[in-house]
């Protein structure tokens, strides 16, 4: 019976926090840009350069972003924000080009793409799956690639924790108990202060 109720509480701890993580607006969410780095890549070769070809009518660029944080990120929270467009002058061209199929806008107009992510969290240190951004270039513009920001949710040390023990408590790895024991020993102390 406690087996069951201490299995009930962890997976009830595990499934708020995961639902606090996936409330939050797009708008709300924090960037993430200095620790998750955004690595844009031509997705054919570098279309607006070298002699034979000096501007196109679309370009595709593939996006995947790299976690240099020392903690997960939670996957489903994490989107790609197209912060502007520059013309190879330096001058800010993003209200002459068009990104295409953009998942959706900030409330500042901001076209954002949610990245796709198979596991529930982008540990430290990985890279995350590709999206392909198309930008609608009407006018034959020379451009650099897009200025890319990253956001979304880092997950902190003690939800890590929380979430590596209810695993292994679904996979028969950990007992509840055992999960529930590990977890009372990574909380912070409480502080025995009296008035």
């Not at 997705?43 to 009518?57: F, I």
């Not at 790609?80 to 500042?108: F, H, M, Q, T, Y």
């Not at 408590?169 to 909380?187: D, F, H, M, R």
Request: proline share 8%; no cysteine; charged share 20%.
């Amino acid at each position: 019976m406690v087996k069951g109720l201490v299995g009930v509480i962890l997976v009830h701890i595990a499934l708020s926090a995961m639902l606090v993580w996936a409330n939050p607006s797009v708008d709300d969410l924090p960037d993430l840009t200095e620790g998750v780095v955004p690595v844009v890549q031509y997705k054919h070769a570098q279309a607006l350069s070298g002699t034979g070809l000096t501007s196109v009518s679309e370009v595709e660029f593939i996006v995947t972003v790299k976690n240099q944080t020392g903690d997960p990120v939670v996957a489903e929270s994490l989107i790609l924000v197209v912060d502007r467009v520059r013309e190879i002058s330096g001058a800010d061209i993003s209200d002459r080009v068009e990104i295409k199929a953009p998942d959706g806008l900030l409330a500042n107009g901001k076209p954002f793409f949610r990245i796709p992510n198979a596991d529930q969290e982008l540990g430290p240190y990985s890279e995350s799956e590709a999206v392909t951004i198309r930008v609608s270039n009407p006018d034959y513009l020379r451009f650099y690639p897009p200025n890319i920001r990253v956001r979304g949710l880092r997950r902190s040390p003690g939800e890590a924790v929380k979430g590596l023990l209810e695993s292994l408590v679904q996979k028969g790895i950990l007992a509840p108990e055992e999960a529930a024991n590990a977890l009372k020993s990574t909380a912070p102390p409480v502080s025995q202060d009296h008035p």
